[in-house]
């Protein structure tokens, strides 16, 4: 409420309370966490829910919140975590897979586990946008960089939010400069802001970016992908 009034200094030192005194239920602490997370607080919300994982680390819903402070914070090695334990609670879960899959895909943890995984829910969901970029991101992983183009090329980045499109461009990027169609792949560079990726993200953009400076103009540019 102390934020939607804009009264960011009340907010925060009602957040430092919370941190003193976080929530003791479960359900209640689920609850809190998820709202902080939604208002940009993951932080927060990592401090109340870690000191109840004894208590609830055979309940999914723990790590489905882990999962969204993971993302909040940029955090991999929670992210891994958190998606792998939400997996392997409800392996029937797609939601569960696709976490358990967009964590390989960001952190390049295991290539071939990743392809594997994302492909499969391709397969169920080929128009869903994350999905979608997960798939394309494990593709070029694996060096597959005509497969990562064919994935990537129907999709309109106007459709989707701020972090699937920056993801999207990254992917759409990267495969440019596997194919070297060096022009085209300026066109994506923009359209990524580093706010929204994972430190594995951050440090493949930093050395493409590195890459594409030291070059010229690419031959001629093919019009599949759409910025």
């Known amino acids: 409420v102390e934020l939607a009034q804009q009264r960011p200094g009340v907010a925060t030192d009602l957040l430092d309370r919370v941190k003193e005194r976080p929530p003791e239920n479960v359900e209640l602490a689920l609850f809190v966490s998820r709202g902080l997370c939604e208002s940009g607080f993951a932080s927060v919300a990592r401090e109340v829910m870690v000191p109840l994982e004894p208590a609830a680390r055979q309940?999914?819903?723990?790590?489905?919140v882990m999962i969204l402070i993971a993302f909040g914070m940029k955090d991999e090695a929670l992210l891994s975590r958190a998606a792998q334990q939400a997996f392997a609670l409800s392996p029937t879960s797609w939601p569960a897979q696709n976490n358990y899959a967009a964590a390989l895909a960001i952190t390049e943890s295991s290539p071939g586990e990743a392809v594997k995984e994302t492909f499969q829910l391709f397969s169920?969901?080929?128009?869903?946008?994350?999905i979608r970029i997960n798939h394309g991101l494990a593709l070029l992983q694996n060096h597959r960089y005509a497969e990562a183009d064919q994935v990537l090329a129907l999709m309109d980045a106007s459709t989707m939010n701020e972090s699937e499109r920056t993801v999207y461009s990254l992917a759409c990027f990267a495969t440019l400069m596997a194919q070297k169609r060096f022009d085209?792949?300026?066109?994506?560079?923009?359209a990524i802001d580093p706010a929204f990726l994972f430190p594995t993200q951050t440090n493949l953009l930093?050395?493409?970016?590195?890459?594409?400076?030291g070059v010229g103009t690419s031959e001629t540019m093919r019009p599949s992908a759409r910025p």
């Not at 169920?124 to 994350?130: I, T, V, W, Y």
């Not at 930093?206 to 400076?213: G, H, I, P, Q």
């Open 206 to 213: 930093d050395r493409l970016r590195r890459e594409l400076a």
């Open 124 to 130: 169920r969901f080929p128009k869903n946008p994350s």
């Open 59 to 64: 309940n999914p819903s723990y790590w489905e």
């Open 184 to 190: 085209l792949a300026r066109r994506f560079q923009s």
